[in-house]
C-alpha cells in the first residue's frame, strides 16, 4: 500500500516567518512530487510540481526533495495570512496509468 | 490555455435518485482525466480515470460509475445515491502527451445526500 505522511496540523506561524511544511512517501519508485494548496471549501490548486533531488524555488515557495530519505518539504517564506490553507503532497510514480497518491493534509495557519 | 469546468456547483438529491455530474476541459487534446472525492475532514479519494475515450478504471467498488464519451467529458454517474455518497466532487485532468504529469482540479461540486 503507497503511502504519502503528513502532519495533520494546525501549524501556527507568526506573519513574515518561514513556514516549513513536510511529507514522507513510501514508495521508493516514485519520481514525481507535487504540493498543492487548498482554501476551505475550494478545490486543490498546484502551486509547486518537483521531480530531482534538491530545492526548487518558485517566489516565496521553495520545494525540496530527498529521494534517498522519502521526504519532501515545502518551505514559504515571508509567510503572508492569506497563506492560511491546507497543503496537500502528492507523489508519483513514472507511468502513465501511475495514480498520484496524496497525503491527507496539513493545515497552515498564519498568525496576523 | 488550459480551463476545466464541472457542473453543479452545489447539489442536494435525496437517497435513491440518480446522479450526473459532468466535467470538460478545454485547450487540450488526450488529457487524463481523473474523478476524486474528497469527504468531510478527510483526504482525496480517487475513484475512476480515464487515458482515453471509453478507457475507464476504477478505484473503488461502489454504486458509482463513470463514462467518456469525448475526449475531453468525463461523466459521474449513479443510479441509486447513498448516504455515504455525500462529499466535495472533483474533476481533474493531467496533461500527460507533455510529459508533464501534474493534475489540475475543477472547482468540484458538493453533493448532499439527505
Known amino acids: 500500500q503507497k503511502e504519502v505522511e503528513q502532519n495533520s496540523g494546525p501549524l501556527s506561524v507568526p506573519e513574515g516567518a518561514i513556514a516549513s511544511l513536510n511529507c514522507t512517501y513510501s514508495d521508493r519508485g516514485s519520481q514525481s512530487f507535487f504540493w498543492y494548496r487548498q482554501y476551505s471549501g475550494k478545490s486543490p490548486e498546484l502551486i509547486m510540481s518537483i521531480y530531482s533531488n534538491g530545492d526548487k524555488e518558485d517566489g516565496r515557495f521553495t520545494a525540496q526533495l530527498n529521494k534517498a530519505s522519502q521526504y519532501v518539504s515545502l518551505l514559504i517564506r515571508d509567510s503572508q495570512p492569506s497563506d492560511s490553507a491546507t497543503y496537500l503532497c502528492a507523489v508519483m510514480g513514472g507511468n502513465r496509468d501511475d495514480k498520484i497518491i496524496f497525503g491527507k493534509g496539513t493545515r497552515l495557519h498564519i498568525l496576523p | ?114
Open chain 2, 1 to 114: 490555455s488550459q480551463t476545466i469546468h464541472q457542473w453543479p456547483a452545489t447539489l442536494v438529491q435525496p437517497v435513491g435518485s440518480p446522479l450526473s455530474l459532468e466535467c470538460t476541459v478545454e485547450g487540450t487534446s488526450n488529457p487524463n482525466l481523473y474523478w476524486y472525492r474528497q469527504a468531510a475532514g478527510r483526504g482525496l479519494q480517487l475513484l475512476f480515470y480515464s487515458v482515453g475515450i471509453g478507457q475507464i478504471s476504477s478505484e473503488v467498488p461502489q454504486n458509482l460509475s463513470a463514462s467518456r464519451p469525448q475526449d475531453r467529458q468525463f461523466i459521474l454517474s449513479s443510479k441509486k445515491l447513498l448516504l455515504s455518497d455525500s462529499g466535495f466532487y472533483l474533476c481533474a485532468w493531467s496533461p500527460w502527451d507533455r510529459g508533464a504529469y501534474e493534475q489540475y482540479f475543477g472547482p468540484g461540486t458538493r453533493l448532499t445526500v439527505t
